[in-house]
C-alpha cells in the first residue's frame, strides 16, 4: 500500500505551502523492470473541521473534502504554515479545535512541518526537547514562545527521526524531497525534482536568504570555486586551492562562502561527496572501494564513516536498500 501522506489545511494557509505535499509525493513513482511502477505516495488533504471551505491568505478559500478522521489513516502528517491561530502563536497552545484534531493522529506517525507550521507541533508537543527550525523571521519569537525546543534559525530543514521541520515556504519542497530521497532514493527524488524544475538538494541554510541591509560594494562570489571542485571531488581538494580560484584569501573567501551557502567549505564538500557516493551505490555495480575513490573519500573505511554519519547505515546497507539487485561488495 501506498504511504498515506495527510496535509492539514488550517485557516490562513498559503496557497502555495499547500500544494507542495501534493506536488512533490503524489509525483512519486515507484520504478520497475520495462516500465514505470506505481504510486508510492497517497496523498490526501483534511481540515480540523467537517468538509468544506478553508480560509487561505489570499482572495479565495479553498474546498477540502475530508474531516480530521483522515489524520488517523496518516503514516504521515504535513503541516503548512497557518496565518490564523492566535493562541498557537501568541500563547504557544493549541485551540481546542485543533487539539482534538491532532489527538486523533497515531503514535510513531512522522510529524513533518512547514515554515511557521512549526509553531503547531511546538504546541502539541512534538518537539520538545529536540532540534527544530521555522522561517528565519519567526526564529526569535519560536525561540520565546517554545523554550524547550532547540531551535536552529540557519538551516533549510532538521531531520529529528520522526518529526521534520522546515525553514519558509520554499523550503518546504527540500524537505518533501528529502523524505523521498530518503523513503525511496535519490533517484526516484531526482526525477521528481528534474519534473518539477527545481534542484534536487539545495546547498547550505537560510542564513544565504537574510536581508543584510549594507550589502559589501563589488560583492565577489564562490559559485566559481564551488562548480571547480564539484568538477573534480574525486582528487584533494584543499580550502586554499577554492580561494586562490576565486583570487580571495582563505579568510575572506571562507567568509563568503558561509554568508552564500550557509555551511563552511569543509561541510559543503563532504555534503557534496556523499551526494555523489550515494548516486554511484544506486546507479552503478562499482566496488565500494571504488565508490569511496570516486567520491572522494579516499578508502572504504572514510566513506563508511561519512555515510553512517550522514545517514546512519553502512554503504552496503544502503546499496541494499536502494539498488536491491546489486551484487554488494564491502
Not at 497557518?82 to 498557537?88: D, F, I, N, S
Not at 564539484?230 to 584533494?236: F, G, K, Q, V
Not at 562499482?286 to 546512519?312: E, K
Amino acid at each position: 500500500m501506498p504511504h498515506r501522506v495527510v496535509v492539514l489545511a488550517l485557516d490562513g494557509l498559503l496557497p502555495f505551502e499547500l500544494g507542495i505535499p501534493q506536488r512533490i509525493f503524489g509525483r512519486a513513482l515507484g520504478t520497475e523492470t520495462g516500465g514505470r511502477g506505481g504510486k508510492l505516495y497517497d496523498v490526501v488533504t483534511c481540515s480540523v473541521r467537517p468538509p468544506g471551505p478553508v480560509r487561505t491568505d489570499a482572495d479565495f478559500s479553498v474546498l477540502v473534502e475530508h474531516g480530521p478522521e483522515a489524520l488517523a489513516t496518516a503514516d504521515t502528517v504535513v503541516v503548512p504554515a497557518p496565518y490564523e491561530l492566535g493562541p498557537v502563536f501568541e500563547e504557544g497552545r493549541l485551540t481546542e479545535e485543533l487539539a482534538a484534531a491532532l489527538a486523533l493522529v497515531r503514535p510513531g506517525t512522522r510529524m513533518v512541518s512547514i515554515c511557521t507550521g512549526s509553531y503547531v507541533l511546538a504546541a502539541a508537543g512534538y518537539l520538545d526537547g529536540r532540534p527544530a527550525t521555522t522561517h528565519w523571521s519567526s526564529a526569535d519569537h519560536f525561540q520565546r514562545t517554545f523554550p524547550q525546543v532547540r531551535v536552529d534559525p540557519d538551516v533549510l530543514f532538521i531531520d529529528d527521526g520522526d518529526v521534520l521541520t522546515s525553514a519558509g515556504v520554499a523550503a518546504g519542497i527540500d524537505l518533501c524531497l528529502h523524505l523521498v530521497r530518503r523513503d525511496h532514493g535519490t533517484a526516484v527524488a531526482n526525477e521528481i525534482a528534474r519534473r518539477t524544475v527545481v534542484p534536487p538538494h539545495r546547498d547550505g541554510g537560510q542564513a544565504q536568504y537574510i536581508h543584510r541591509p549594507v550589502p559589501e560594494p563589488q560583492f565577489a562570489t564562490t559559485t566559481g570555486a564551488r562548480a571547480w571542485a564539484l568538477a573534480r571531488l574525486d582528487r584533494p581538494i584543499l580550502l586554499r586551492d577554492m580561494a586562490e580560484h576565486e583570487a580571495m584569501s582563505v579568510r575572506t573567501f571562507t567568509r563568503r562562502f558561509r554568508e552564500e551557502v550557509g555551511i563552511s567549505p569543509g561541510q559543503w564538500l563532504t555534503q557534496q561527496r556523499v551526494e555523489r557516493a550515494r548516486h554511484l551505490l544506486e546507479s552503478t555495480d562499482l566496488s565500494i572501494d571504488q565508490v569511496a575513490r570516486d567520491a572522494g573519500f579516499g578508502t572504504a573505511t572514510s566513506l563508511r564513516q561519512h555515510l553512517q554519519a550522514a545517514l546512519g547505515v553502512p554503504p552496503t546497507v544502503y546499496r541494499r536498500t536502494f539498488r536491491p539487485s546489486a551484487d554488494t561488495v564491502s
